[in-house]
């Protein structure tokens, strides 16, 4: 009878870590996949059956990511950065300021606009990248990173006040109010005592905006044409065209290695805020 | 702008000729105004000039260089008898219909799978989130090794198991490159769908589930009875998401396809592509566009619907 109760009480357990550790392994292995490719050596990259493990472990594929396309890898790291740092800080000043005024200095139409910026939820820029694409032309911003920062901060812009305003409007008024009768100005107020007490909602924003712009391909692909300007996701398709004759997929893979990881880091560090806020968006 | 500001009643008014103009309600106003409009600047910009230039362009022949002449409806007409985009229509919906269930049945799994309390299920958590947070893009070159003929890890786990021969080619046909790509797209998407259910799951008070069992209810029947009913809303906008962002698909037929073979996986998304980018027809990639907005606007309007009514519940 106890032995009974025993596997009663083990079995599900036993059953769920079973279960949770074949799907860590599905997710896993095309992240193991990409590690072990991007480290082997050129010879063995291309061996056919692929072996599972780098049996030479080899900087190669890295290294040869300096000097492969156009400008080399490095000049592409500095253009993601800079557009995914671009449009990250733009999109929270914009978002910080905008987020204030909706939530705490309404002005007539206030609403009606609010509601404005939340429409361009419902249209993603898929949609409109052709006239995009032409507005860019006109302003002299097509083939800019400039350009790009600009557009992903728009398509940023409605969750980041969403977010930033909820922040806002969860805080009473009288410490607004407080800090105005202690002779701070407006914005003073704003910045030295409503700000710090929303920065959660700031941090998620910054995280969504940054694992978007680094990761977007579409409007990349479409705005920028030359290939200096090309940002990561972009320039795997020259890693994977370039070389004439058969594909490296070492090479290929150190470059999604170069892509992915800075994600997978940034998350596993702040993942906190990227969860609270990717729950906070969707099903409030 | 300050035009549409508000005329106060007529005795404040009276009380504020005398007074400066400038009062403090007005200039938290103005306040308010100015801290709104560089964001409104950009959205006008960048969001509702292209979007109306959306429609304006489609009624027009719009070559990237050169004159654009008025052509009225021809765009739309022209659109509805293009067996090049009708496929690919057919095809986006193909792939939404095949993909959603997927997505959502995996994604349902492994959030009643980790929703309890402890450090292990936050460790899984976290581990099936992670493709999610890899871009679209990388995924898909990872992917297209995976599934390389010969070379790739993934065919050669088939060959081990007996599910080809070693030069079977996934991409050959139209039916087996959009089962390689759905695999891409459940590895990477099942962790979002994932954390939205959970969230939804750790919002029903454990005490109805307890209750239920009580109530002498199984699992099984508990889970179908209670928590699922409980759900709905939930359930409801996840579908929305998955079928909206379905709807878009590009980046993954792009890297991972090439539209191929002979042009059988081309999405809606990536016909308009062709359209203006590829032949630079931009008013007719236009036309493409405002069509796709109108299912878009749609699918999101039920979108705004489901979230007005979680609200209130």
Aim: aromatic share 12%; charged share 10%; net charge positive.
């Amino acid at each position: 009878m106890n032995t009974l109760l025993d596997v009663r009480r083990t079995l599900p357990r036993a059953a769920w870590w079973a279960a949770c550790l074949s799907v860590s392994v599905i997710v896993l292995y095309p992240l193991w996949i990409m590690l072990s490719q991007s480290l082997k050596s050129t010879s063995e990259a291309t061996r056919n059956p692929p072996t599972l493990y780098p049996h030479d472990l080899s900087p190669d594929n890295y290294q040869a990511l300096g000097n492969t396309g156009a400008v080399g890898i490095w000049t592409h790291v500095g253009n993601s950065l800079f557009v995914a740092f671009g449009a990250t800080f733009l999109t929270i000043v914009l978002a910080t300021l905008a987020g204030y005024g909706f939530a705490k200095m309404r002005f007539v139409g206030s609403g009606l606009l609010f509601f404005l910026i939340l429409a361009t939820f419902m249209i993603p820029f898929q949609a409109i990248i052709t006239p995009l694409f032409s507005i860019l032309h006109t302003l002299g911003l097509n083939n800019t990173l400039i350009g790009l920062v600009l557009v992903y901060t728009t398509f940023q812009l409605p969750f980041g006040i969403f977010l930033m305003r909820n922040s806002f409007a969860a805080l009473p008024a009288s410490i607004e109010e407080a800090a105005l009768i202690d002779g701070c100005g407006y914005l003073s107020a704003m910045i030295r005592v409503m700000l710090p007490v929303a920065v959660p909602g700031l941090i998620s924003t910054a995280l969504f905006t940054f694992f978007t712009s680094w990761n977007e391909f579409f409007a990349a692909l479409v705005l920028i044409t030359d290939e200096a300007k090309f940002t990561l996701p972009v320039t795997l398709t020259v890693l994977a065209s370039n070389q004439l004759g058969a594909l490296n997929w070492g090479i290929m893979q150190a470059g999604v290695a170069v892509t992915a990881i800075p994600c997978i880091v940034l998350y596993l560090v702040l993942q906190r805020y990227y969860v609270a806020g990717l729950v906070a968006g969707a099903v409030k | 702008m300050t035009a549409t500001l508000t005329p106060a009643p007529s005795a404040a008014a009276t009380q504020r000729r005398k007074g400066p103009w400038l009062t403090q309600r007005r200039r938290r106003q103005l306040v308010g105004l100015a801290l709104v409009s560089p964001a409104l600047l950009v959205v006008l910009v960048f969001f509702l000039i292209p979007l109306g230039m959306t429609f304006w362009m489609s009624l027009h022949d719009w070559p990237l260089l050169g004159e654009h002449s008025w052509v009225g409806l021809d765009n739309y007409r022209q659109a509805v008898q293009d067996q090049t985009w009708i496929d690919s229509v057919i095809f986006t919906l193909k792939y939404t219909v095949f993909i959603t269930p997927l997505l959502f049945v995996a994604a349902l799994a492994l959030a009643v799978l980790i929703n309890r309390p402890g450090r292990p299920a936050r460790v899984f958590q976290t581990i099936f989130f992670l493709p999610v947070v890899i871009g679209f893009a990388a995924a898909a070159y990872l992917w297209l090794y995976l599934a390389q003929p010969g070379l790739g890890p993934l065919t050669d786990l088939a060959v081990h198991l007996g599910l080809g021969t070693r030069e079977s080619n996934w991409f050959a046909t139209s039916t087996s490159a959009l089962v390689t790509v759905v695999l891409m797209v459940v590895w990477k998407m099942t962790g979002m769908q994932m954390i939205l259910l959970l969230s939804g799951l750790q919002s029903i008070p454990v005490e109805l589930t307890e209750a239920a069992r009580i109530d002498g209810a199984g699992p099984w029947q508990s889970f179908r009875h209670v928590t699922l009913p409980l759900l709905r809303p939930t359930l409801a906008l996840v579908l929305v998401f998955s079928v909206a962002g379905s709807l878009l698909a590009f980046d993954q037929f792009f890297i991972m396809t090439s539209g191929g073979p002979s042009n059988t996986t081309i999405t809606a998304v990536y016909q308009i592509y062709r359209t203006s980018f590829i032949n630079f027809d931009l008013g007719y990639g236009a036309a493409l566009s405002a069509l796709l907005m109108v299912v878009l606007a749609a699918v999101s309007a039920l979108q705004m619907l489901l979230l007005r009514k979680t609200d209130h519940s």
